[in-house]
Each structure stands twice: as structure tokens, then as C-alpha cells.
């Protein structure tokens, strides 16, 4: 993949020079995760759906979060770049770090946040516009106005499909395949050259011969990229992954079911000797 | 199912086995399905065809009536600006002219000042109710909104004539003491009527009158657009008012187009409301403050004291209205497809 050139480091805040400016994350060493979650606890009103989660996200690494439904894995994966703010009635509470700052601070801008990470979504979601201008979008909200073409063409590159449509950049982003759909969504994601990579179940809309080219992807973009993703798909997680975290779901003393992480660990040692019992159970395919 | 075993029959190759013989399902239509499945049809198709053999005999009933008209006239019906049913001021009949053209381009401009004004209020509005205001002030905006549709028009015409002419008459006046001098742009802002009636407040009228149309339209299209979209934009670090430009206005083009061609269909037809307010005047002139006349209007004003060739002329500018309408829906679908083409592709 051509080396790419990382754009500027503004500030998460609205305020045009201010306090907190994000450091270079290549300067960064290798070992400080890129963000932390710290007790984070997401509520949508007054329920509480997913309790005290505490896990790093490594830096150029695929973490993937694992778990049966309702355990509250794209609930969490949400509230890392402030999706969850549309929702709403929706709340977080805890810490999420990017880079030692907490993203839910009063002067955090969540626009801010979210050119820095990025999100493909569980359904391709191409804009009804060209190839070219789906990716050509995310440059436009982010002002970075020299070198479209050039950009467009390298992130569509990025994204394993500039061999597929480069002659038909002016057709509709939509008359694409479903698996070319969502490459084209990574290639909008990584246009923008985001720092983190937000995938929600990206493969579960797919076959298996598009799923599969979105992995070869991924493990790609995660040298560039830090990458979470979000599956139900456990051979996905164990494919894919260099960091997973295990969810599930559990009924407290009132009868009210909440998301709970269960283990964080390296991949191999999740799927392979896990701590917990519940982890096994559900990774050997007992859950009940 | 409780009717006997079928008796095992030899099982084609390939076909799933059957490990014990199960009751042979009966397969064969039922009667009365049958018939009420015919009967919505037909009563469907009844009811598509009945709105299709009203345009035809509207278009046909009328084109009889004014055919003495339109024969006596020939193209110049269209192309004369001149309209004078009965001789105005000599003792003796001269020859009655109709020439609609004046007309015709009073409501052209007429609607054409409505939309402009109405269509960026309406979109803002609809936007606003659907993308920003809080849901508690969307019920309560909405039937205000809607409200306003439910004024008759001849209220609006009366408070148009009333209240809105006079008002505007003064402000007319100063914006043609500004722009007026202006070469080509000042032949827009001409000297103004003193009453205040004409083309320009005639659209204005139009225009408030077609919003509360186009908004719930544009309100309901908006809704469709999916939340996947929009979150696609929200997650590229978009403002909402980029995402309202990348994810709800695309989708939602030729839901709008709709929305205005219903407005516009609206104001073109508008009979009292611009009756009273456009001033009444044969002329054609590019002066938006001078006072003008339109095809309903027209009709409406003097339908009652025509005789037979003046009677026909009226029913003539029904069908030129009619043909405009039409061709103007005709013209807007295929924009419609055209740009759905090119966001969806072909294959939608």
C-alpha cells in the first residue's frame, strides 16, 4: 500500500489553538494502547446497558470484541467515537481515552472526535452519489482540498478496490456488490486517514468470498491503522484479531440484564486458555 | 391436518426423502380465494382506470367547447398578447381578439415568484422539524404548519388585497429607487402599481399559501431517509449541516421535486386568491411590480358575462392550463429519473 500522508493533529476541541493537542501516535510508543476504557458504563435513559468496562485499545492492533446479542459489544464500540451522542437519552459514564484525553470532556468537539475515528457501519451504507464523490465526501467535511484525485484513488487503493471500478468512478456507489459496497465504505473511512478504525459486525451483510476480502483487509489497514471490530462471527474474531474481548450478558439482583465484559486478553489466549469459564463456554460453543 | 395418509408414491430422484408418509396437502385452489383475489383486482384496476378516463374526458369536453375558439384564433391564441372580448370604446363591434399570452405569462411568472420564495422555506422548514428541532416541538409546529393549509384561499386573497398590497405598495417603491437604475436587473424592479396588486404580491401570496404543501411533503421525504446514511456522514466526522448535505439531501432529490411539483401545481391553479391580488392587466412585461392577469383568474373574473366566442376563449385557457401543467409534470419526472439514474445506477 503506498505510504500515505497523515494529516494534521488539530486539537479534539472546537477552540482553534488550545490546550490538549494530540500527539503524533508514531511517536508514541508501541506499548501505550491508543485509547482506554476506564469503568465506562453506557446508559440509554435510566437502563443501564453495558457496566463497568475497563480495556486498552492497542495501537496498530485488531481488537475484536466477541459475544452473544445484547451483550453490549456495539453499544461499547459506539461510545468510542461518540456515536452514541445521536442517540437519544444516551449517556456514558466512566473514562475513554484517545491519546490520554477524554473524549467526553465539556470542550471535547464529538465532530472532533470522530474525523479521528472513523466508523464502517453493519450494512454497506453508500451515499447515493458517485464512486468517486463517496470518498471524495469525507475529504470535503474535513477540508483537505489539495489532491482529491490523488486521495480518492490511494484511499480506494487502501481499500482493495481500485482495480475493480477505476473505470467506472462516475457510476453510483450503490450499483456496486454488497462486498464492493462495503470496501468502498472503508475506503470513504480511510480516505480521511482516521487513527482508529470502528467496525461494527462489517462483514455480517456479506458472503463469505466478500467477508473473507475484507479481512485480508483489515489485517492490511492494521498496519497503518488501529482497528476494533465488532463480530459475532468467533472464527472472525479468532482470524482477524490480535487483541479480543469477550462480552456477555447477565441478569443482576433486580432482574435486569446488563453488558458485562468478561475477559480482555490476547487472541490466542482467549480462544485457546481462557480464564474465565464463561469465555470457554461460549468460545467452545456451550453457551446457553 | 387431519385427513387420511396418502398412500406412499414412488419419490423422485433428487427430491428430499420422505422418512414416513405424511397427509398429502391439498394444493388445489379454493373457489372463493379465487374469485375475491379476481375481485380486488378488477376493482383496483376499475379505480386506476376511472382517474385516467376523467383527465381524458376533462381534456376532451373541454377541448370541444373552445374549439370555436381555438379555430378562429389558430396559433395566434397563444402567440397574441392582445385579449379584448368586445369592442372597449367604438360605437360600432370590432373584431373581438383572444390571444392568451399574456396570460399564460402571468401565471408562468407568478407561480415561478411563488416557488422561489416558497421552496427555500419549505426545505428549511422541513429540515428544521425533522433533523434539529427537539421531538416535543415537532407535533405542535407541524399543526401550525398545517394549519395554514386549511385557510381558504379567498381569506388569503381578501388579506392579500386587504393588508398585504397596501404594505408592500411603499417597499415596492423604495426597492425600485434602488435597483430601478440598474441596467437589465432594474427592468425587473420597474415602476410599481400604487395599489400594490401584482405579479409580486400575487406570488408572495402563492407563496405562503404553498409552503405548508411543500413542507409536509419535503417532511415525510426526509423521514425516509435511512438512519445508516446518516450516521455514515456523522461518523466522518461531519457537521450536521454537511450531513444534511451528503446523506439527506441526495436521498431525498426526487422526493423533493415531487413536493415542489405539487406546489407548483397548486399555485398554476390558484383561481381567487390571485384573482384579487394580481391587479388585473393585459400586459407582458418583465416589471414584477406591474399588475399582470393569469389564466384562472381570467376565468374566474369573466366567465360569467361572455358570449359565445368569449365563452369558448375562457374554455380555451382551461386547456392551455391544463397542457402546462402536464407538460411541466412530464418534464420534472424525467429530471426525477434522470438524477435518480445517476445516484443510484442503472440498476435501480
Not at chain 1, 78 to 87: A, E, F, P, T
Not at chain 2, 113 to 142: D, E, M
Request: net charge positive; with cysteine.
Amino acid at each position: 500500500m503506498n505510504q500515505m500522508t497523515f494529516p494534521d493533529h488539530r486539537p479534539l476541541t472546537t477552540a482553534p489553538q488550545g490546550a490538549g493537542l494530540v500527539p503524533d501516535p508514531r511517536q508514541a510508543p508501541a506499548a501505550a494502547p491508543v485509547m482506554n476504557l476506564t469503568d465506562v458504563s453506557v446508559f440509554y435513559g435510566s437502563y443501564e446497558a453495558v457496566r463497568n468496562t475497563t480495556m486498552p485499545v492497542h495501537t496498530h492492533q485488531i481488537t475484536a470484541m466477541i459475544g452473544p446479542s445484547g451483550c453490549g459489544k456495539s453499544t461499547v464500540l459506539r461510545s468510542l467515537n461518540r456515536m452514541n451522542d445521536l442517540i437519544p437519552g444516551a449517556r456514558v459514564a466512566g473514562g475513554v481515552t484517545y491519546h490520554g484525553q477524554d473524549i467526553y470532556e465539556r470542550d471535547v468537539d464529538p465532530i472532533q472526535v470522530r474525523r479521528r475515528i472513523g466508523m464502517v457501519f453493519q450494512k454497506p451504507n453508500p451515499f447515493p452519489k458517485s464512486i468517486f464523490d463517496n470518498v471524495a465526501y469525507g475529504l470535503k467535511v474535513n477540508q483537505i482540498r489539495d489532491d482529491v484525485a490523488g486521495r480518492v484513488e490511494q484511499a480506494l487503493r487502501g481499500a482493495a478496490l481500485w482495480d475493480e471500478v477505476k473505470d467506472k468512478l462516475k457510476t453510483s456507489g450503490l450499483a456496486l456488490s454488497g462486498g464492493q459496497q462495503q470496501r468502498l465504505c472503508i475506503a470513504r473511512t480511510i480516505a480521511v486517514q482516521p487513527d482508529v478504525i470502528l467496525m461494527d459486525e462489517p462483514c455480517s451483510a456479506l458472503d463469505p468470498i466478500a467477508t473473507s476480502k475484507v479481512e485480508d483487509l483489515m489485517h492490511e489497514l492494521a498496519g497503518q491503522f488501529t482497528i476494533v471490530i465488532v463480530t459475532h462471527n468467533m472464527q472472525q474474531a479468532a482470524r482477524v484479531s490480535h487483541h479480543t474481548a469477550f462480552f456477555t450478558a447477565e441478569v443482576d439482583a433486580n432482574g435486569v440484564r446488563h453488558g458485562r465484559l468478561v475477559e480482555f486478553s490476547e487472541t490466542g489466549r482467549i480462544f485457546t486458555n481462557p480464564v474465565d469459564k464463561r469465555t470457554e463456554d461460549y468460545i467452545t460453543g456451550r453457551f446457553g | 391436518m387431519t385427513s387420511p395418509p396418502a398412500p406412499p408414491g414412488p419419490t423422485a430422484p433428487g427430491r428430499h426423502q420422505r422418512s414416513d408418509p405424511t397427509p398429502r396437502p391439498t394444493l388445489a385452489s379454493r373457489g372463493r380465494d379465487v374469485l375475491g383475489d379476481r375481485l380486488f383486482r378488477y376493482l383496483c384496476l376499475a379505480a386506476g382506470c376511472a382517474v385516467l378516463a376523467t383527465l381524458v374526458l376533462i381534456l376532451l369536453s373541454t377541448l370541444q367547447q373552445s374549439w370555436p375558439a381555438l379555430r378562429e384564433s389558430g396559433l395566434g391564441f397563444l402567440t397574441d398578447s392582445a385579449w379584448i372580448p368586445n369592442d372597449p370604446d367604438g360605437p360600432g363591434p370590432r373584431k373581438a381578439t383572444f390571444g392568451a399570452l399574456a396570460f399564460i405569462y402571468g401565471s408562468l411568472v407568478v407561480s415561478a415568484i411563488a416557488l422561489v420564495f416558497a421552496v427555500p422555506v419549505a426545505v428549511a422548514i422541513a429540515l428544521f422539524l425533522t433533523q434539529v428541532a427537539h421531538r416535543r416541538l415537532r407535533g405542535p409546529a407541524v399543526t401550525v404548519i398545517d394549519l395554514l393549509a386549511a385557510i381558504p384561499s379567498v381569506v388569503f386573497g381578501l388579506w392579500g388585497i386587504l393588508v398585504v398590497a397596501p404594505a408592500l405598495a411603499p417597499v415596492y417603491d423604495g426597492i425600485h429607487g434602488a435597483l430601478g437604475g440598474i441596467p437589465g436587473l432594474g427592468s425587473l424592479f420597474g415602476e410599481p402599481v400604487s395599489t400594490g396588486r401584482g405579479y409580486m404580491t400575487a406570488g408572495l401570496i402563492l407563496a405562503i399559501m404553498i409552503v405548508p404543501i411543500i413542507t409536509s411533503l419535503a417532511r415525510e421525504v426526509f423521514t425516509t431517509v435511512p438512519a445508516a446514511d446518516m450516521q455514515a456522514a456523522y461518523a466522518l466526522g461531519a457537521t450536521r449541516w454537511e450531513m444534511i448535505k451528503g446523506a439527506v439531501l441526495p436521498h431525498s432529490f426526487g422526493g423533493l421535486v415531487g413536493a415542489v411539483m405539487l406546489g407548483l401545481g397548486r399555485a398554476l391553479g390558484e383561481t381567487i386568491a390571485v384573482a384579487l391580488v394580481i391587479g388585473g392587466s393585459v400586459q407582458v412585461t418583465a416589471n414584477l411590480f406591474a399588475s399582470g392577469d393569469a389564466l384562472p383568474a381570467v376565468i374566474v373574473n369573466q366567465f360569467g358575462e361572455s358570449g359565445p366566442l368569449h365563452r369558448a376563449s375562457l374554455i380555451g385557457l382551461g386547456v392551455v392550463l391544463f397542457v402546462i401543467t402536464v407538460l411541466i409534470n412530464v418534464a420534472a419526472r424525467f429530471l426525477v429519473r434522470r438524477a435518480e439514474i445517476r445516484m443510484r445506477g442503472a440498476a435501480a
